[in-house]
């Protein structure tokens, strides 16, 4: 099937544009027609709003009380499925930290049924540990925390036939350069957070191959103008991303508005980090096998009452930084094209690519996900 959309811009490739015409075809991206001059076919009228690639969540571990922790596969496809309302096209399903056996068997959950899932695509599974520092936990369990190793890496590479896209550790552990190198060289993407690291661990990681900080200034000390830490570096080293999680309680906006600066948005991946209780009601809720409770948007640790993941939808990631100034289109782009980029990925709207995008309109509101060209919410 082939028909044209037309809508006020599109965040293409090449850039924002505004008026014209995009072609999909056969559930890809076609020609981009500016102006008035276009093929006789059918047009879909999106009125005054921008078309943008779709969404992607590279740090998520469930919502709809489905978690990657606990769900079956129908679970897990249930989330899929809730993911589209939010704008997300592609998703990494993402665990806390575990014993390896556990981890083994979500690995071969997810192998087992590879290419299944039927709403937003999962393009990967990431590991949010076992490799962390217990002082910076969060909400990660301590007790399985350790030392990273190629032994249990090779272990959950064969387990997940390769699935395994991405790995949060904290860069201060034993054999942690080592081990990024020979990860990295298995195709694995490596992130640094959860950690007490100083500067220059944090650069020696960098230097090794690491190249995103997990959930930016949370789960790290401080940024500090005398004894920097590894927020120093997320500050001030050029070329890494960024995950940041953009709800307004973990990061102040302030904050995060001068990441943006320092970084450049082409570096700044959007992130939730939501958990079971995304699109639930307030209440008590599991993460990992922690207890946790959800008020006023926010999810806390019972004991202990550090934050837990979040309940943050991408969409609202996007709102939420229109509402703080950033301008709309560059906001999409860093919870779409640049979390792609940052997992090897190109979702971007060009001609060829798989036509998964969105429509929201100018106050960054979700209108309508497109999945393979097909509207599905």
Known sequence: MTYLIHASQYLLKTGLKTGGYLEIVD???????????HPDLEVVELGNTIVGPGLVDTHIHGMLKEDVMKSDWTGINKISEGLLKAGVTTWLPTTVTASSDQLTDICHMFSEHKGQ??????????????????????????????????????????ASDGMLKKMSM??????????????????VIISIGHSSADYDTACAAIQ?????????????????????????????????YRELICDGHHVHPSLVKALIKASGEDHIVLITDCMEAGMMPDGDYILGELSVYV?????????????????????????????WGIPLASAMKMASVV?????????SITRGNTADFIVMNQAGELQATYLAGKKRY
Request: aromatic residues 8%; hydrophobic residues 35%; proline residues 6%.
């Open 27 to 37: 559930g890809k991206f076609g020609n981009y027609f500016p102006g008035n001059n």
């Open 117 to 158: 899932e039927t709403g937003a695509k999962i393009a990967g599974i990431h590991f949010e540990g076992p490799f962390f520092t217990e002082e910076h936990a969060g909400a990660e369990n301590p007790k399985y925390m350790i030392d990273p190793n190629m032994k249990d890496l090779n272990r959950w590479l064969e």
């Open 208 to 240: 090794s191959g690491a190249t995103i900080f997990t959930h930016t200034f949370n789960g790290m000390p401080e940024a500090d103008h005398h004894n920097p830490s590894i927020a120093n570096a997320a500050l001030s080293v050029d070329g890494i």
């Open 339 to 347: 979390p792609a980029e940052s997992i090897g990925l190109d979702v």
């Open 295 to 323: 008020k006023d948007g926010m999810a806390r640790l019972k004991q202990g009452d550090n934050l837990a993941g979040s309940v943050l939808l991408l969409k609202d990631a996007v709102k939420n930084l229109v509402s």
């Open 170 to 187: 904290a860069p201060e552990r034993a054999g942690s350069c080592n081990f990024i190198r020979q990860a990295t060289d298995a195709g």
